[in-house]
């Protein structure tokens, strides 16, 4: 089956730093990726869509500037948390939409981001 | 199981017998629909999806009921064992709408042996 990587899979951070996180489809083309961020015992919660080649689109309530997203191949999607809060501790994880099946999403296993 | 409160509601079984875990979807319009089960710090893994022209679908195990008239999915898992201990999703999609998903609560099962 398709696969998708997430790199790290955990980070700690200091309050103030960036972390970027990758998310990757390995044996397949992803034109769509997306992004979740799912908080302890809740359900995941769509971020954004990143569509490569152009702007990702984000949900409402999502701010672009502090969680900015590239989709610069067909194959890798970055988020990056910029200025990062104790806040913004979260499990993310990533989808990708094979472009050949364009209806599944194949899940990332998810990358653990703790600030301090 | 829909999310009540700061928790997940729970659905704890025998191991052996079989496990129910329900879903109220929101959107009429919804057409795709899928459950996926996530282990503790792990992604979500796909289970069985089913279409809004179906209201049944049956996999390995796992049979998928769904009613548009009360916007109601459900997961039977037949037999269930050690390994199904995990938190499932309903997830809903319009396909018309692109390929966002929604996700509902979740329910956790846990399975005694």
């Known amino acids: 089956g398709a696969v998708v990587s997430q790199h790290p899979s955990r980070v700690i951070c200091k309050s103030g730093t960036s972390v970027k996180i990758e998310c990757r489809s390995l044996?397949?083309?992803?034109?769509?990726m997306f992004w979740y961020r799912q908080f302890p015992k809740k359900s995941l919660m769509l971020m954004a869509t990143?569509?490569?080649?152009?702007?990702?689109?984000?949900e409402q309530g999502v701010e672009k500037d502090k969680f900015l997203i590239n989709h610069a191949s067909l194959t890798l999607s970055t988020l990056t948390v910029t200025s990062a809060h104790p806040e913004d501790s979260s499990f993310y994880i990533c989808?990708?939409?094979?472009?050949?099946?364009?209806?599944?999403?194949?899940f990332g296993p998810g990358t653990r981001l703790l600030v301090l | 199981g829909e999310s009540v409160g700061l928790h997940l509601p729970t659905l704890s079984v025998q191991e052996g017998d079989n496990s129910i875990i329900n879903c109220a979807y929101s959107n009429s319009a919804s057409d795709y629909f899928i459950w996926y089960k996530q282990e503790s710090g792990k992604g979500p893994q796909f289970i069985i999806d089913?279409?809004?022209?179906?209201d049944k679908r049956q996999g390995q195990r796992v049979t998928v009921l769904l009613n548009k008239t009360v916007k109601h999915l459900s997961l039977q898992i037949a037999a269930t064992q050690p390994g199904d201990s995990a938190v499932y999703f309903c997830a809903e999609r319009v396909t018309a709408a692109g390929n966002k998903l929604t996700f509902g609560g979740g329910t956790r099962v846990l399975v005694k042996p």
């Open positions: 989808s990708a939409r094979d472009f050949r099946s364009p209806g599944t999403q194949y």
């Open positions: 089913i279409r809004s022209n179906m």
């Open positions: 044996d397949f083309q992803a034109t769509t």
């Open positions: 990143s569509n490569e080649g152009s702007k990702a689109t984000y």
